[in-house]
């Protein structure tokens, strides 16, 4: 199905509007991590895993079984999530357990949830 795009025909810069978004511009690495960041939320299984870990802390062991995945992809996944501290680790015996880094990551997860359901 295509869509037809509206295109702009006027000529004129509104110079007021650009400068303002200039000034509101981001830096260059700021926009690169930012990026970097929304490129690890564009990976389902690590979706999947977030998800699971809103509910409650959980170790591998608990994660690939609700995920029906094998325990060496929910730890690469983690360690992935862990770089960019999305997950953070805590470590009960020989049992380590998983939990999201913050609130941030939750809000993320609910605002990208919001947007797609609207």
Known sequence: MSQKIDTCTCTVIHQD???AAYK???PADTTSSLAE???IFGDATR???LNALKCSEMCVCD???CL???HSAISHQLRVLKAYNL???RKEG????YSLADSHVTAILNTGLEHINE
């Open 17 to 19: 509007v650009v400068q």
């Open 24 to 26: 509101a511009m981001l």
């Open 94 to 97: 020989k049992v380590v357990y």
């Open 68 to 70: 029906n995945m094998t």
């Open 37 to 39: 960041l929304f490129k």
């Open 47 to 49: 979706i999947k895993i």
């Open 63 to 65: 994660l690939a079984a």
């Open 87 to 89: 997950v953070k680790p």
